[in-house]
């Protein structure tokens, strides 16, 4: 049943949820902040739990902000409020990063044991769908710099917004080059790269 979780969780979020009899409110998933609140993560993380959660963020990224009112901090200036967003897009494509690292994860490598020949090609098949995971990742870690960038503004210098503290930490670690992602993703697709050729040679 698990395999399913991620399609139809993809279906539910196309839809409205099921209201009581006596509901008064909207009780559609519309709101970027709607979608973040359903992103979860696991003790132990299966791959459908990981496209589970690639479905919360997608939808996250392309839905619009709720109110500021309905924000998930206290917004006080037009100016917070600018870099609430820039903070929260920026957020949502680390998570994206983090998530298809993990899934590249199940597909990867570690190393090659001289006793890996027969099973050569479902570990060439493997590593290239954690190749591709590896892409995807670095594709969102190249939007999160743009929202970085986007955040390069002398407005938003003596800005903090205590409730999202982890997120202008993030935002730091990385223009500190503390965090860098290419360089994480630089190095395992090289490592993949290594045990695709001794597979070959197997």
């Known amino acids: 049943m698990r395999d399913y979780r991620a ?48 479905v919360y963020l997608e939808h996250a990224l392309n839905a619009e902000f709720s109110h500021p009112l309905y924000a998930l901090a206290k917004i006080e200036s037009a100016d917070q409020w600018q870099l609430y967003r820039y903070l929260f897009k920026m957020h949502l494509n680390l998570q994206m990063v983090r998530t298809y690292m993990a899934l590249a994860d199940k597909y990867d490598r570690r190393n090659v044991p001289f006793y890996s020949a027969p099973w050569k090609e479902q570990s060439l098949k493997n590593l290239d769908i954690a190749e591709n995971y590896y892409q995807r990742a670095r594709y969102f870690w190249d939007e999160a710099l743009i929202w970085i960038e986007q955040m390069d503004n002398p407005d938003f210098r003596w800005i903090y917004i205590p409730e999202i503290s982890n997120w202008h930490n993030e935002r730091t670690l990385i223009r500190e080059n503390k965090l860098d992602f290419a360089k994480i ?3 395992h697709l090289a490592k993949l790269q290594e045990n695709r050729e001794k597979l070959h040679a197997l």
């Open 185 to 187: 993703l630089d190095r």
């Open 7 to 54: 399609i139809i969780v993809l279906f539910w979020g196309l839809f409205t949820l099921t209201p009581s009899v006596n509901a008064t409110i909207n009780t559609r998933i519309v709101y970027t902040e709607q979608w973040y609140r359903l992103y979860h993560q696991h003790l132990l993380r299966s791959p459908s739990d990981e496209f589970e959660n690639l």
